[in-house]
């Protein structure tokens, strides 16, 4: 497709149960990224790829949070033993590249902890 | 790290009012700096972009210039619309991510 694909758009969970969230990046985008955003806040940073490479994992908050792009595509957010606190939308976004290219953000994944 | 800092919201105008939203940042070096808008349910979309100073970043009627000496990148906007009501970020960005600030959300009325 021609933007940046994220699913799925709702995920309701019970606490301690484990979630995957997806990201499809644009075609041929090298860096991938996700971020965290609660509500009424601005994006914050969780991790960036480069091809498959995971080269900064510094805003992932806690052990439980766990990202992959096995063959440098389609990349996964995998949060285990959700609480309440992951609650919040997650979104991804692609660039061509890392030097100051824009990044294009998908429309998010709102997860919901119950 | 960098830091970017908006005017509180919401700022709320009248159809074809002027528009500046305040934004100044703190960073290493001299990074690119964006505007990204996200309308309600939806992800952001970038507005418009700079990547060095004095660079005059434009698009849909929108304006920023990036101002080295005071560290700022206000947006403006001559006539806004009711279409333009939405949350807008300001970020800074410096290697492999983007910094946002709280956003500042606008409300256009008619």
């Known amino acids: 497709g021609a933007g940046v694909s994220q699913s799925p758009r709702y995920k309701v969970a019970k606490r301690g149960q484990d979630v995957a969230l997806r990201c499809d990046p644009i075609?041929?985008?090298?860096?991938l990224f996700w971020y965290q955003q609660a509500l009424g806040q601005g994006p914050e940073f969780l991790t960036y790829?480069?091809?498959?490479?995971?080269?900064?994992k510094s805003g992932l908050p806690s052990d439980r949070f766990f990202a992959e792009r096995p063959e440098g595509s389609v990349s996964t957010l995998k949060i285990q033993r959700t609480q309440q606190e992951d609650s919040a939308v997650y979104l991804c976004?692609?660039?061509?590249?890392?030097?100051?290219?824009?990044?294009?953000f998908g429309d998010g994944t709102r997860l919901s902890i119950l | 790290g960098n830091s970017v800092t908006q005017m509180e919201g919401p700022v709320t105008l009248s159809e074809e009012a002027f528009l500046t939203i305040n934004c100044t940042y703190t960073a290493t070096g001299y990074p690119s700096l964006f505007w990204y808008v996200q309308y309600p349910g939806e992800g952001l979309q970038l507005l418009l972009k700079a990547t060095k100073a004095d660079d005059k970043g434009s698009n849909k009627g929108f304006e920023a210039t990036y101002r080295k000496e005071t560290t700022s990148f206000h947006l403006e906007k001559g006539s806004v619309q009711v279409s333009d009501s939405a949350v807008y970020f300001c970020?800074?960005?410096?290697?492999?991510?983007?910094?946002f600030g709280t956003g500042t959300q606008l409300k256009v009325e008619l």
């Open positions: 976004a692609s660039s061509l590249s890392v030097d100051n290219q824009p990044q294009h």
């Open positions: 790829f480069q091809n498959e490479a995971q080269l900064d």
């Open positions: 075609s041929g985008h090298v860096s």
């Open positions: 970020a800074p960005g410096g290697g492999n991510k983007l910094t």
